[in-house]
Nanobody, 120 residues
Framework: QVQLVESGGGLVQAGGSLRLSCAAS????????MGWYRQAPGKQRELVAA???????NYADSVKGRFTISRDNAKNTVYLQMNSLKPEDTAVYYC??????????????WGQGTLVTVSS
């Protein structure tokens, strides 16, 4: 069994910063892409940022220049550094990973979500 555990959400004022972490654990052979998605009330879940196993990153236009995704492959952990936060960044943030289990089964796994609230 594989799980993703997120941390780092909370309440912050506009212009502030937060750092989200997501650690993968369980019967993992390898992790390919990892990413962060978010879902605001009444809206669809959207991709925020993603990173390959080779550290190639891509971002949603709305967060470019403000958010930075990174990963520590030795710790099976992905991070999202969020700077210059805006009220419209308020959402539940979900971690996602494409990985192979130790029996070489391909899996897509989601975290439980962490709430980020940006006050104006």
């Amino acid at each position: 069994q594989v799980q993703l555990v997120e941390s780092g959400g909370g309440l912050v004022q506009a212009g502030g910063s937060l750092r989200l972490s997501c650690a993968a654990s369980g019967s993992i052979f390898s992790i390919n892409g990892m990413g962060w998605y978010r879902q605001a009330p009444g809206k669809q879940r959207e991709l925020v940022a993603a990173i390959t196993s080779g550290a190639r990153a891509n971002y949603a236009d709305s967060v470019k220049g403000r958010f930075t995704i990174s990963r520590d492959n030795a710790k099976n952990t992905v991070y999202l550094q969020m700077n210059s936060l805006k009220p419209e960044d308020t959402a539940v943030y979900y971690c996602n990973a494409d990985l192979q289990s130790i029996v070489r089964r391909s899996l897509e796994v989601w975290g439980q979500g962490t709430l980020v609230t940006v006050s104006s």
